[in-house]
């Protein structure tokens, strides 16, 4: 059984730093989709960043040259991490993992950041 489970998050000033970490369990960094997603208050999921098996890896604008996803395969852990926070990356950050070819996706807890002076 897959388990995900998140830590880094907290509270930051605005133009702060952070680091998600991502533990999961089993060696599926390196053969799974592994991603990032958020939710905010009032607002849909959505796909933050993701990196595939390959390194391939793909960002939502909304975070492009300030986020940074990577994993290492040796901890099966995936880390973000998150530069020039802004107020409206405040959400709940969630990992996922995605065998590949398929739409079954495992999802953590969550961990929540909040971005506010």
């Known amino acids: 059984q897959v388990q995900l489970v998140e830590s880094g998050g907290g509270l930051v000033q605005p133009g702060g730093s952070l680091r998600l970490s991502c533990a999961a369990s089993g060696s599926i960094v390196m053969l799974y989709v592994m991603g990032w997603y958020r939710q905010a208050p009032g607002k849909q999921r959505e796909l933050v960043a993701a990196?595939?098996?390959?390194?391939?890896?793909n960002y939502a604008d909304a975070v492009k040259g300030r986020f940074t996803i990577s994993r290492d395969n040796a901890k099966n852990t995936v880390y973000l991490q998150m530069n020039s926070l802004k107020p409206e990356d405040t959400a709940v950050y969630y990992c996922?993992?995605?065998?590949?070819?398929?739409?079954?996706?495992?999802w953590g807890r969550g961990t929540q950041v909040t971005v506010s002076s």
């Open positions: 996922t993992a995605r065998r590949p070819g398929t739409n079954i996706y495992h």
């Open positions: 990196v595939d098996s390959s390194g391939y890896t």
